[in-house]
């Protein structure tokens, strides 16, 4: 980049900074056109190559002026003898411009995102298979952008609405009807019962902050008077979460930093912190603001001079106390955004499984009461059959479904009684499957829980195919084609490593007299 006039104010009248950085790929270096600038640069990539091998082709690399005159461009490409691109350009996937990004900018992101929905692969798809493909390939497309920008809501909204248009769907955008969550619970981590779909808002909030904790590291980086985008709720929570251990001041804030026990000065002094003004809030380090005992004096009770004079030989230290080891983790600054979140009990039983991932996101729904069942469809004013398909003796519901059903109570019998766990099968009619899941499973040894929460993830998904089959196939309830399902689909889920489920001894064959 070739620029000719001073952008960044004050920071480029700073002394003892690095004006050139020299990396492997996609370098971009931020020049003067003058003859000397110029120079210096050709000669730089030149000594580079030869002593890194990686030699700069300057037929292949361009030069974008900023603001500059013709003059200047002529000079810039007779003495590097490059090409010259017009500004604003696209550098790393970021547009480049000195005004704010434009809302054809933001539309590029959303369009981005949209390039990446499979097409004709995605009906191939179940849910779970989607759900990768939202939190691998359509969430990581936005993470670089996220890094560096603070993206409106619109812009937010309409990538959310593409990423739960194909979960639901598999299409662009879903209807009412097909998602069957609301999207701010499947963004909510597994353990608060959610899908572990990533905010995007609070993702970028948490990437963000990475680079105060950077800046408070570290001082003198050269991006150190660049403007960073963080909310106040953001900068509150880093604020929270960084202690400093106090050793000669000179980068502990001496107003804004949790320097003395844990807590910032204007939480020890509020009445003497409404009188200083914000720009010295701001600057006032902790090393400057003891020089002469000025303002110790003031604080009378909550800091003493020997006090400080014990580290006045250290540096300062600061620690993140979200994370075991001190630093800052863009994870833990974005799971304490979900802090107060009530937990979801069974989420270790579910995701925690050796069940596979299909069979996982149906259990999901079912204990949330989110599958399509008649007593649902009665709400909702569907035509429906109310009695139960399997049975033909109550009203339909997941839960009688699953548990209540005297066709869902024979194969539970049945299943627990082959792998001797008959002691744990469901004891009353009224059963509910999360209680008596949970209880059965505290009943269990340790090492046989993994097996047993695979095998009531297994037995209900075949129970829901089996309904689903007498709805619309007609097939009659049949509880010993339902238990060789169950056979067949444990014998290749140990094939496939589950551990656990060959500890329970599942039969390799079941005899139908």
């Not at 050139?20 to 020049?31: N, T």
């Amino acid at each position: 980049m070739v620029c000719k006039v001073q952008l960044w104010g004050s920071y480029m009248d700073e002394k003892n900074l690095e004006r050139v950085s020299l990396i492997r790929d996609d370098v971009a270096l931020f020049i003067r056109p003058t003859v000397g600038d110029l120079r210096l640069i050709r000669d730089l990539l030149d000594c580079f190559g030869q002593v890194a091998g990686l030699k700069t082709n300057l037929l292949k690399s361009s030069a974008t002026p900023i603001q500059c005159a013709d003059e200047d461009i002529a000079r810039t490409s007779q003495l590097l003898s490059c090409s010259i691109k017009s500004f604003p350009c696209t550098y790393l996937g970021l547009p480049l411009t000195v005004h704010k990004p434009t809302k054809a900018d933001f539309m590029k992101v959303i369009d981005k995102v949209a390039d990446k929905l499979p097409g004709w692969k995605a009906p191939l798809l179940n849910k779970a298979g989607r759900l990768v493909v939202v939190k691998t390939v359509l969430t990581a497309v936005t993470i670089h952008l996220l890094i560096a920008w603070d993206l409106p809501k619109w812009v937010i909204k309409a990538i959310d609405k593409l990423r739960r248009g194909f979960l639901w769907s598999g299409q662009k955008q879903a209807n009412g009807g097909n998602c069957l969550i609301s999207w701010g619970r499947v963004q909510q981590s597994l353990c608060y019962g959610g899908l572990g779909v990533l905010d995007l808002e609070c993702l970028g909030w948490s990437l963000r902050l990475r680079w105060l904790w950077m800046l408070k590291t570290n001082a003198n980086r050269p991006w150190a008077g660049l403007p960073i985008q963080v909310p106040a709720k953001a900068r509150a929570l880093f604020d929270m979460a960084v202690v400093t251990s106090v050793g000669n001041g000179s980068d502990t804030k001496f107003w804004m930093d949790r320097w003395l026990q844990g807590k910032t000065m204007a939480e020890w002094a509020p009445n003497l912190f409404r009188l200083v003004p914000k720009r010295v809030v701001k600057r006032r380090t902790v090393s400057q603001a003891l020089t002469n005992r000025s303002w110790v004096a003031d604080i009378r009770g909550a800091l003493t001079v020997q006090w400080m004079d014990w580290s006045c030989g250290l540096i300062d230290q600061h620690h993140w106390k979200l994370s075991s080891s001190g630093c800052y983790s863009s994870k833990s600054a974005y799971d304490a955004l979900f802090v107060g979140t009530i937990k979801f009990s069974s989420w270790k039983r579910i995701w925690k499984s050796w069940a596979p991932p299909n069979c996982k996101f149906f259990i999901w729904l079912a204990i949330l009461n989110r599958c399509w069942t008649s007593d649902r469809l009665a709400k909702r004013g569907l035509p429906h059959h109310p009695s139960c398909p399997l049975c033909d003796q109550a009203d339909e519901s997941i839960q009688h479904i699953l548990m209540q059903c005297v066709v869902a109570r024979e194969l539970w019998f049945q299943v627990l009684q082959k792998i001797n766990l008959h002691a744990v099968s469901p004891p009353e009619a009224s059963s509910r499957l999360t209680s008596w899941w949970s209880q059965s499973s505290r009943a269990l040894p340790k090492d046989a829980r993994k097996g047993f929460n695979s095998l009531v993830i297994l037995v209900s998904w075949e129970l829901w195919k089996h309904r689903n089959a007498c709805v619309f196939e007609g097939v009659r309830p049949d509880v010993r084609a339902v238990l060789f399902a169950i056979v067949s689909k444990g014998q290749l889920c140990c094939r496939a490593g589950a551990v656990g489920l060959q500890e329970l001894s599942l039969p390799s064959q079941v005899v139908v007299i």
